[in-house]
C-alpha cells in the first residue's frame, strides 16, 4: 500500500528580523526552517494531546475521591496521622544505615 503525504501550505506573517534570525538559527542546526517548524507544530499538538489527557486522568481521579469521600470511605486524622508516623519512622532507619 502506497501512502501519499497530503501537504499543504502554511503562510503567516512574521518580523524580518526574526526571519532571518530563525533561517540562520535552523541553518546552524543544519535543518531548514521548514523542517523546524514542522517539528514544532507536533512537538506543540503532541503537548496538547498530553495536557487534555492529563486533565482526564485527574478529572477521574478527582471525581472518585469525591464519590468515595460521600460513600463515608473516609480515613481519620488519626488513622492518617499514625500511618504517616510509621512511614516517617521507616525512612528515618533507611537513612541511618
Do not use: H, P
Request: glycine share 2%.
Amino acid at each position: 500500500m502506497d501512502l501519499k503525504m497530503t501537504e499543504a501550505t502554511f503562510t503567516f506573517r512574521v518580523e524580518e528580523e526574526l526571519k532571518a534570525a530563525f533561517t540562520e538559527a535552523a541553518k546552524a542546526d543544519d535543518q531548514t526552517s521548514a523542517q523546524l517548524l514542522r517539528k514544532f507544530m507536533r512537538d506543540y499538538i503532541k503537548q496538547q494531546q498530553e495536557a487534555a489527557d492529563y486533565d482526564v486522568w485527574f478529572r477521574q481521579k478527582v471525581q472518585k475521591a469525591i464519590d468515595s469521600a460521600n460513600a463515608g470511605d473516609l480515613l481519620s486524622e488519626e488513622d492518617v496521622e499514625t500511618e504517616f508516623a510509621a512511614l516517617r519512622e521507616e525512612a528515618r532507619k533507611s537513612s541511618a544505615q
